[in-house]
């Protein structure tokens, strides 16, 4: 699953698909990731390999691997985040100078780790 339009919703389209009809209707599509998966024996939020997700805008549950969450969070009109308490915290690209890039939370102008304190599935 290393293509965006692979990302399988429940609702039969791929998130992909999905997001691109709302594009067209200009509707942002926001989705809350919920869990996450790490490789064995990782530890940091580049060790995530997947993903489980909530679409705000239809209620789709879904999950996808990480690059192509990646590929689709730098999309323009589409954004991520974590729920924190009662607070939402948006999820960006971190792009490292060595290896590939992430998925990692982002609050208050800092990188913080909220995605690892995430359920695992």
Same mark, same amino acid.
């Given at each position: 699953?290393?293509? $965006?339009?692979?990302?399988?919703?429940?609702?039969?389209?791929?998130?992909?698909?999905?997001?691109?009809?709302?594009?067209?209707?200009?509707?942002?599509? &926001?989705?809350? #990731?919920?869990?996450?998966?790490?490789? &064995?024996?990782?530890?940091?939020?580049?060790? #995530?390999?997947?993903?489980? !997700?909530?679409? %705000?805008?239809?209620?789709? #549950?879904?999950?996808?691997?990480? $690059?192509?969450?990646?590929? !689709?969070?730098?999309?323009?009109?589409?954004?991520?985040?974590?729920?924190?308490?009662?607070?939402?915290?948006?999820?960006?690209?971190?792009? $490292?100078?060595?290896?590939?890039?992430?998925?990692?939370?982002? &609050?208050?102008?800092? !990188?913080? %780790?909220?995605?690892?304190?995430? $359920?695992?599935?």
């Amino acid at each position: 699953m290393s293509d $965006p339009s692979a990302m399988v919703s429940s609702s039969g389209l791929s998130a992909a698909q999905q997001a691109q009809h709302r594009s067209t209707e200009g509707v942002l599509v &926001a989705i809350q #990731i919920t869990h996450v998966r790490l490789a &064995a024996n990782g530890i940091g939020p580049e060790s #995530i390999t997947h993903y489980k !997700w909530h679409n %705000d805008t239809d209620g789709a #549950i879904g999950h996808t691997d990480k $690059p192509s969450l990646v590929t !689709w969070v730098d999309t323009e009109g589409n954004s991520a985040y974590v729920s924190s308490g009662s607070s939402q915290v948006a999820v960006g690209v971190v792009r $490292p100078k060595i290896g590939l890039p992430y998925l990692k939370t982002h &609050a208050n102008r800092v !990188w913080t %780790d909220n995605l690892l304190a995430l $359920p695992r599935f």
